[in-house]
C-alpha cells in the first residue's frame, strides 16, 4: 500500500487541523494503521492508531482529548483531527501501515510509510 499525507501548514495556538493520508494500491481496511510524528531534535512518536477491527489504541498522552483519528473506507482515507493545537505539536506528522489485526504504538511495527506533512503552531 502507498500512503500519502496532506492538510499540514501552519497554524496559531488554539486552532484547529485536519490531516488525512491516503491510501492506494490496497485497501486500508486490511492493515491496522497509525499517525506518528517527529518534532525537530527529537526522535519519531507514537501519536494515534486504529486496528483493522476498529479498535483504537490509547492516544498518545500528549495529544489525548485533542487529536481524534478516524478512517473511512469510502475514501480509502485516516484522518487526524487537531484541535487546540500548540507549538510542541510542531513536528512532521507520518501515517504508517502495518500487516496485523492489533494496534501497536512502536514504529517499528510498521512496514509502510507515508512521506509525512509538515505542521507548524506559533504562540
Known amino acids: 500500500v502507498q500512503l500519502v499525507e496532506s492538510g499540514g501548514g501552519s497554524a496559531q495556538a488554539g486552532d484547529s487541523l485536519r490531516l488525512s493520508c491516503a491510501g492506494s494500491?490496497?485497501?486500508?481496511?486490511?492493515?491496522?494503521m497509525g499517525w506518528f510524528r517527529q518534532a525537530p531534535g527529537k526522535e519519531r512518536e507514537f501519536v494515534a492508531s486504529?486496528?483493522?477491527?476498529?479498535?483504537?489504541?490509547p492516544y498518545a498522552d500528549a495529544v489525548k482529548g485533542r487529536f481524534t483519528m478516524s478512517r473511512d473506507s469510502a475514501t480509502n482515507t485516516i484522518d487526524l483531527l487537531m484541535n487546540n493545537l500548540r507549538p510542541e505539536d510542531t513536528a512532521i506528522y507520518f501515517c504508517?501501515?502495518?500487516?496485523?489485526?492489533?494496534?501497536?504504538?512502536?514504529?517499528?511495527?510498521?512496514?509502510?510509510w507515508g512521506p509525512g506533512t509538515q505542521v507548524t503552531v506559533s504562540s
Open positions: 504508517a501501515a502495518r500487516q496485523s489485526p492489533y494496534w501497536s504504538v512502536h514504529e517499528g511495527g510498521y512496514s509502510f
Open positions: 494500491g490496497r485497501a486500508i481496511d486490511s492493515f491496522t
Open positions: 486504529i486496528a483493522w477491527n476498529g479498535d483504537m489504541a
